[in-house]
């Protein structure tokens, strides 16, 4: 099968080496790899100009496509081309590079399956790729010694995988590059790095089982079933939870003098990770946001802002 690794690190780096080593295992399970390294890449920033989801609901031609010219299209395809893809990037002031969030942009709602799915089911020309299968894994490289100037990374690096509904089966954040200059002689977590591989490996071998394609191969915890982060919002005064990554609400308990957030089955199911909670949302855009011919005097009320 296809295995796509995608680095956002600087060249022969950190990121570089995560993803080249899992691509070594890969290979050698017989798996076709590819390598990139999006910094090779001109990818300008998302405008906010909505041309590309717009296009999907007016059906027009090639519809989803981004209109800003870059190479954007290289990485594009590189992705639906891919049953998996690895991803690393650096952590950069806590969360993931800017990089990676322009990337994250670009793919956004332009994929988002919920999106595109409509659109094929109407008839629309739109890539018809997008649907396919995909598992993917997630790394970072902080270069902090301290864990905690990571916090934001990996659940940053998440609305990549959301949007195109890929399967995230492991996840590593790596951290302290500075004290080990470089991954490249840390056997520990280049060990780690070799699992994450064989469970991509092991995600691959099962393709056609949903549920055993989909089912989480990384480290045991996190407060988040669904996503195995521990980013929960405090809301409602302190009266319930919410996953900041999934959008889900939980309850709040102690056991033991350890905090526990649970989630129902029914929560769990409307995660933004899932297609009915990217459907969710998608149909809160179509029936809900109002256009500009909805506000009354447009033209009068934007005039004092024109300067
Ligand atoms: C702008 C910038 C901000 C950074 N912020 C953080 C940070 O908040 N936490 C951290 O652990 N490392 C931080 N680092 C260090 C990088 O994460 C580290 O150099 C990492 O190894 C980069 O990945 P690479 O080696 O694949 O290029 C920062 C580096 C830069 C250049």
Redesign the pocket.
């Known amino acids: 099968m296809k295995v796509l690794g995608l680095?956002f690190?600087?060249k022969l780096?950190?990121?570089?080496i995560m993803i080249k080593e899992a691509l070594m295992v890969l290979k050698e399970r017989g798996h076709e790899i590819k390598f990139m390294n999006a910094n090779d890449y001109d990818i300008k920033p998302c405008t906010g100009c909505i041309a590309c989801t717009v296009s999907m609901m007016m059906g027009a031609k090639n519809a989803g496509r981004c209109v800003i010219k870059d190479d954007f299209p290289i990485i594009d395809d590189a992705i639906m081309e891919a049953d998996a893809v690895l991803l690393a990037a650096?952590?950069?002031?806590?969360a993931t590079s800017g990089l990676y969030r322009t990337l994250c942009d670009r793919m956004g709602p332009s994929h988002d399956i919920s999106f595109r799915k409509a659109a094929i089911e109407e008839g629309v020309d739109v890539d018809k790729r997008s649907l396919k299968h995909r598992v993917c894994a997630l790394m970072s490289?902080?270069?902090?010694i301290t864990k905690n100037?990571?916090d934001l990374a990996i659940p940053t690096m998440y609305p990549l995988p959301m949007s195109l509904g890929m399967d995230v089966v492991d996840i590593i954040q790596y951290?302290g590059?500075?004290a080990h200059h470089?991954i490249v002689h840390n056997t520990e977590i280049l060990e780690r790095v070799r699992l994450l591989a064989a469970n991509i490996a092991d995600a691959l071998d099962n393709f056609e089982d949903d549920d055993k394609r989909s089912l989480w191969r990384g480290d045991e915890g996190g407060l988040c079933p669904v996503c195995h982060q521990n980013l929960i919002n405090i809301i409602e005064d302190g009266a319930a939870a919410e996953c900041a990554v999934c959008g889900i609400r939980g309850e709040l308990s102690m056991e033991n003098g350890k905090l526990k957030v649970s989630f129902s089955d029914k929560e769990q199911a409307r995660s933004r990770l899932t297609f009915a909670g990217k459907l969710e949302h998608s149909t809160e855009i179509k029936t809900r946001a109002a256009g500009p011919d909805q506000i009354p005097d447009l033209k009068a009320r934007l005039e004092k802002y024109r300067w």
């Open positions: 680095s690190g600087r780096m950190n990121c570089d650096p952590t950069f002031e806590v490289a902080g270069g902090a100037w990571t951290y590059a500075m470089s």
